[in-house]
């Protein structure tokens, strides 16, 4: 299986670098360490390459653990819906 997920990524194009540059509302880029599956690297350098406003939530376990256990998961979330009604409402003000 594993070496079918490596024949399986090189052969797509992932543009998420470039299309991540383009935007601009609220985000947040979550991943664990742990995952066995997307190198860790891959959710560091989307998270560099997007533009603020933008938050990472460094999560444990792997790839299918449930995150929705992990507070730190939870006060991520909560976090970007309160920045993202209060992005939206500045916008609508102008």
């Not at 399986?8 to 360490?33: C, F, G, Q, T, W």
């Not at 939530?57 to 449930?66: A, I, K, M």
Request: hydrophobic share 40%.
């Amino acid at each position: 299986p594993a070496f079918l997920l490596r024949i399986a990524l090189r052969n797509e194009s992932y543009p998420a670098l470039d299309e991540i540059r383009n935007v601009h509302v609220p985000k947040l880029i979550v991943h664990s360490p742990d995952d066995e599956f997307v190198p860790y690297g891959m959710s560091r350098q989307l998270y560099d390459a997007a533009p603020e406003p933008k938050r990472f939530c460094d999560l444990s376990g792997g790839h299918n653990e449930p995150a929705l256990e992990l507070k730190s998961y939870r006060q991520a979330i909560a976090a970007l819906v309160t920045e993202a009604l209060q992005w939206a409402a500045s916008r609508a003000t102008k």
